[in-house]
Nanobody, 119 residues
Framework: QVQLVESGGGLVHTGGSLRLSCAASGRTGSLYATGWFRQAPGKEHEFLAT????????NYADSVKGRFTISRDNARNMVYLQMNSLNPEDTAVYYCAASLGSSLRYTIWGQGTQVTVSS
């Protein structure tokens, strides 16, 4: 099994930056892709970005393209989300999720980390 733990959330002012981290442990050799999602109060889960462990291909939601950057460190089994130019609409709980094998179906989720952007 694979476990994911997010960290790096917190309170930041408008225009600020944060870097979220997602640590994978367990059977990490089975990981295919890891993505970042968020959920704001009263809203649906929103896809933000994903990265393929082998090769590093990335994909972003239009809403964060140019502001957020996903990256990974294969040796440390870590995935990061660098978030710049944050605004209050980015306030949400941020989750990392993983898919296994060759699937892009995210079946493993972390517990989430809160990001709050003050105006």
């Amino acid at each position: 099994q694979v476990q994911l733990v997010e960290s790096g959330g917190g309170l930041v002012h408008t225009g600020g930056s944060l870097r979220l981290s997602c640590a994978a442990s367990g059977r990490t050799g089975s990981l295919y892709a890891t993505g970042w999602f968020r959920q704001a109060p009263g809203k649906e889960h929103e896809f933000l970005a994903t990265i393929i462990w082998s090769g590093g291909s990335t994909n972003y939601a239009d809403s964060v393209k140019g502001r957020f950057t996903i990256s990974r460190d294969n040796a440390r089994n870590m995935v990061y989300l660098q978030m710049n130019s944050l605004n209050p609409e980015d306030t949400a709980v941020y989750y990392c999720a993983a898919s296994l094998g060759s699937s892009l179906r995210y079946t493993i989720w972390g517990q989430g980390t809160q990001v709050t952007v003050s105006s």
